[in-house]
């Protein structure tokens, strides 16, 4: 007769051996299960968490400073110089602002951006923490047509108070 040991599994059955290792229809030390490892199912996605309103009769708005360009977005080298930034647009507004209301804004003070087939393409420019600034793109805003980067906002688009943006009209 083989020697016992572990609570009563063969010594031929190694550490892992016996009946539980290969439990489940995946095999796997806990029995197998819906998980990509056999373990507990995934959690159920989250819904959506809604972003807070912003009260803008009672919240200070920020100062966000817009640099837009025909043709194409600013080289990086554009923004290394502070002394000698390119053609800036002065926009006062709300972290809940969304890309839709920013490019009404800026077709008020920049005449390519009324152009009925104009399309604005936005992105962040911001230090990264080597202080090298870095440019991100986070959508595309057609002059007449709705799409899908509208209804994108600041908060959700997770601008900081600092950040350029960069506005590319083509």
Known sequence: ???M???GQDWRDGPRGGPRYNDGPRGGPYGGGPGPRGGP?????QPPVPEPEIDREKTCPLLMRVFPKQGGH???EDFADRAKLPHEIAIYTWMDADLRELS????EANPAARARNARMSFAFVYP????????????VVHATRPGE???KSLRGLNFQTGDYLDVSIY
């Open 1 to 3: 007769m083989a020697a």
């Open 5 to 7: 040991y572990r609570g």
């Open 41 to 45: 199912p995934p959690a159920a996605p």
């Open 74 to 76: 600013h080289k990086l």
């Open 104 to 107: 009404d804004l800026i077709k």
């Open 128 to 139: 990264d923490r080597k202080g090298r600034n870095v440019m991100r793109q986070v959508g």
């Open 149 to 151: 980067d509208d209804t």
